[in-house]
């Protein structure tokens, strides 16, 4: 199981990324400092790290040129609400390997983290997620039922992942709407469920259960 550590101040941001990254399968470990994440980025052997900028006690930008600069090779997602092109650069520049603006989704983050791991490890079994004939590639992002092919659009294709982790359980509204699209949608929205249908309709309806008043169940 690969090992990440996530530097954030924000409680809330840091929480909704825990729990994105636990459903894909990632253990974490959570820094709310700079200082604090220095440690941990020198001593515990992480595969990644992502990166807030804006940390108290020292910035993202100095904890990523002082791991850089002690020749630490883990590969590096920076995370911030700045998105100003010299932002951008700096980090990139500094030694980052990939830069995300807040507000994100939970599936973008998922996919620039397994494309680093990716560069640094060979693709294993466990790319494959699967259940009851239905599976899903996640490096060639491609989706089957049995042996054919299934065209998602990348929303679907979050969402499905989220089903095929945890088969057999009830997953709500809430939980999709922070996995799929992230911390900062409107909760009141309907989305869930118009690309509910939309999924229903590619792998048959029969395959995602609605469970009254607690949202969706793959069974």
Known sequence: ???ILIAED?????????????????????????????????????????LDI?????????????????????????????????DTVAGLEGGADDYVTKPFHVAEL??????????RAPMTAGTVIEHQGLSLDLHSRRARIGDDAVELTSREFAILEVFLRHPDRVISREQLLNQVWGYGFDPGSNVVDVYVRALRRKIGAERIETIRGAGYRLP
């Open 10 to 50: 924000d409680p809330r941001v840091a929480s909704f990324i825990q729990k994105g990254l636990h459903a894909a399968g990632y253990s974490t470990e959570h820094a709310a400092d700079g200082e604090t994440a220095l440690f941990l980025a020198r001593a515990a052997g992480f595969d990644l790290i992502i």
């Open 110 to 119: 998922l996919a620039r983290i397994r494309l680093r791991l990716t560069d």
């Open 54 to 86: 804006g940390l108290p006690l020292m910035d993202g930008f100095e904890v990523l040129a002082q791991i850089r600069g002690e020749g630490v090779p883990t590969p590096v997602i920076v995370l911030t609400a700045r998105d100003s092109v010299p």
């Open 1 to 3: 199981m690969s090992r």
